[in-house]
C-alpha cells in the first residue's frame, strides 16, 4: 500500500467514509463468486482492507516519516513529543492538546496522537518505512476489516 500525504491529512470529520466505503462494496460484488458473501467475507477473501484502516495506516506511515525526518521540517506539521511521560507507550510518544473548536479537534496532528502513542516502540523505531509498515501490520493482525 502507498500512502499519500493529501489523503491522510485531508479527512472528513463531518462527512463519513460511508459513500467511498460503498463503492468497494459495490465493486467487490461484482465479482461473481463472491457476491453471496458479506461484505466482510469479501474483504477477507480478497485481503482487502477497510477504508478505515487504509487512512489510519496512511495517517500512522506519515507520522513516522514527520518524526523521523523525511520531510522538510519547514512544511511538516508540526508535531510535539511528550518527553515527560516515560511509564507506558513508546520513546516517541506525542504529546496530547486538547482543543475546544472542530478546526484543531479533527486536524491531523489532534486525531493521530493516541493511536501513534499506542503503537509498541518496536514499530516507532524502525530502521525504515518498509520495516515500520510491516510492523504496524503485525500489530495491528487481523483488525485490518
Known amino acids: 500500500m502507498r500512502s499519500n500525504t493529501a489523503s491522510s491529512l485531508w479527512c472528513p470529520y463531518k462527512k463519513g467514509d460511508e459513500d467511498i466505503e460503498k463503492i468497494q462494496k459495490r465493486a467487490t460484488k461484482l465479482i461473481i463468486s463472491l457476491k453471496k458473501l458479506s461484505y466482510k467475507d469479501r474483504l477477507i477473501k480478497l485481503?482487502?482492507?477497510?477504508?478505515?484502516?487504509?487512512?489510519?495506516?496512511?495517517d500512522m506511515i506519515e507520522v513516522f516519516k514527520i518524526l523521523h525526518n523525511y520531510y522538510d521540517l519547514d512544511v511538516a506539521p508540526k508535531l510535539v513529543l511528550n518527553n515527560t511521560s516515560f511509564t507506558r507507550g513508546n520513546s516517541l510518544k506525542l504529546l496530547n492538546h486538547t482543543f475546544r473548536y472542530d478546526l484543531r479537534k479533527y486536524s491531523f496532528p489532534a486525531r493521530i496522537v493516541?493511536?501513534?502513542?499506542?503503537?509498541?516502540?518496536?514499530?516507532?523505531?524502525?530502521?525504515?518505512?518498509?520495516?515500520f509498515k510491516n510492523?504496524?501490520?503485525?500489530?495491528?493482525?487481523?483488525?485490518?476489516i
Open 47 to 58: 485481503k482487502l482492507p477497510t477504508l478505515k484502516y487504509r487512512r489510519l495506516r496512511g
Open 135 to 144: 510492523g504496524l501490520d503485525r500489530v495491528w493482525g487481523k483488525s485490518r
Open 114 to 131: 493516541n493511536v501513534w502513542n499506542s503503537l509498541p516502540n518496536t514499530v516507532v523505531q524502525a530502521a525504515s518505512i518498509d520495516t
